[in-house]
């Protein structure tokens, strides 16, 4: 197999669903804590479970991904460390790809008791990856083949973008947490359509296909969404009216605290 998956939850799965799209269902290897996850996953995508097997992966493939939180990453390296020595003696180590907030690549390093001999690779995606319109940050110490073979299989997931791992922490909480407040605003605007007398299916879809819209705006304009913004409001109109409301509420600095919390939280995850 080419790549092993240890976890299958949201983020898991939703990186999974992109490889098998770029590898191949054939490629892919699925195992979870309970087995059932990574059973019923591999199920829907065509790919192999290996249940509960979490060695499995370090055995064979060729990157091993691990979805796992960052308090429990000790615990799955520890168990996979004798595995990948083996590898590296033999001359044949696997790359290892994490998506755990927080741990750099040293500290991964140090956890799976490896050398300079095993590739590292940090991925922060976030769960629109699931249906390839995501964006994934990351930051690598391995064979430059390895990782260009890896983005190559990842491109269905949406964007990808390099950045210094110094970085990796801030671009998490903005492209990683962001889709919950994201989802959180749709949710607002829908319950504000609904009050103005929308259907909910009506009033959801417009929210989601407006943010969309937006987005696409400020990726392809290149304006600063500031800019955009006034272009949206009219003199005395309604739009201006809204914004008033959400800066007299605090919208903007509620916005910005919440990545800030999110970043500190991320930062305590590291020295855990």
Same mark, same amino acid.
């Given at each position: 197999?080419?790549?092993?998956?240890?976890?299958?939850?949201?983020?898991?799965?939703?990186?999974?669903?992109?490889?098998?799209?770029?590898?191949?269902?054939?490629?892919?290897?699925?195992?979870?804590?309970?087995?059932?996850?990574?059973?019923?996953?591999?199920?829907?995508?065509?790919?192999?479970?290996?249940?509960?097997?979490?060695?499995? #992966?370090?055995?064979?493939?060729?990157?091993?991904?691990?979805?796992?939180?960052?308090?429990?990453?000790?615990?799955?390296?520890?168990?996979?460390? #004798?595995?990948?020595?083996?590898?590296?003696?033999?001359?044949?180590?696997?790359?290892?790809?994490?998506?755990?907030?927080?741990?750099? @690549?040293?500290?991964?390093?140090?956890?799976?008791?490896?050398?300079?001999?095993?590739? @590292?690779?940090?991925?922060? #995606?976030?769960?629109?990856?699931?249906?390839?319109?995501?964006?994934?940050?990351?930051?690598?110490?391995?064979?430059?083949?390895?990782?260009?073979?890896?983005?190559?299989?990842?491109?269905?997931?949406?964007?990808?973008?390099? @950045?210094?791992?110094?970085?990796?922490?801030?671009?998490?909480?903005?492209?990683?947490?962001? #889709?919950?407040?994201?989802?959180?605003?749709?949710?607002?605007?829908?319950?504000?359509?609904?009050?103005?007398?929308?259907?909910?299916?009506?009033?959801?879809?417009?929210?989601?296909?407006?943010?969309?819209?937006?987005?696409?705006?400020?990726?392809?304009?290149?304006?600063?969404?500031?800019?955009?913004?006034?272009?949206?409001?009219?003199?005395?109109?309604?739009? @201006?009216?809204?914004?008033?409301?959400?800066?007299?509420?605090?919208?903007?600095?509620?916005?910005?605290?919440?990545?800030?919390?999110?970043?500190?939280?991320?930062?305590?995850?590291?020295?855990?």
């Amino acid at each position: 197999m080419r790549y092993g998956f240890i976890g299958c939850g949201h983020m898991g799965g939703a990186v999974a669903r992109a490889v098998c799209r770029g590898a191949g269902s054939g490629q892919v290897l699925l195992t979870s804590g309970t087995g059932d996850t990574a059973d019923a996953l591999a199920a829907e995508l065509g790919c192999r479970s290996a249940g509960r097997d979490i060695l499995e #992966p370090a055995r064979g493939c060729d990157y091993v991904v691990l979805a796992v939180k960052p308090q429990k990453m000790a615990e799955v390296l520890a168990a996979l460390a #004798p595995v990948l020595r083996d590898r590296q003696q033999q001359g044949a180590p696997c790359t290892l790809v994490s998506m755990a907030a927080g741990l750099s @690549i040293a500290r991964l390093r140090a956890m799976a008791g490896c050398g300079e001999g095993m590739g @590292i690779i940090r991925i922060m #995606p976030n769960t629109p990856v699931a249906v390839g319109e995501g964006l994934t940050v990351f930051c690598a110490e391995a064979p430059g083949d390895r990782v260009d073979a890896f983005l190559r299989d990842l491109a269905p997931a949406g964007a990808l973008d390099e @950045i210094p791992e110094t970085l990796m922490d801030a671009a998490g909480c903005v492209a990683g947490c962001g #889709p919950a407040w994201a989802y959180q605003f749709i949710e607002a605007l829908a319950d504000g359509g609904v009050a103005a007398g929308l259907p909910r299916q009506k009033a959801q879809a417009y929210a989601a296909q407006m943010l969309r819209g937006a987005a696409a705006m400020v990726l392809q304009s290149g304006q600063h969404p500031g800019a955009l913004k006034d272009a949206v409001c009219s003199p005395g109109g309604s739009t @201006i009216e809204g914004v008033r409301l959400l800066e007299e509420r605090g919208f903007r600095g509620a916005v910005t605290d919440a990545v800030l919390a999110a970043y500190e939280k991320t930062k305590g995850l590291g020295k855990a």
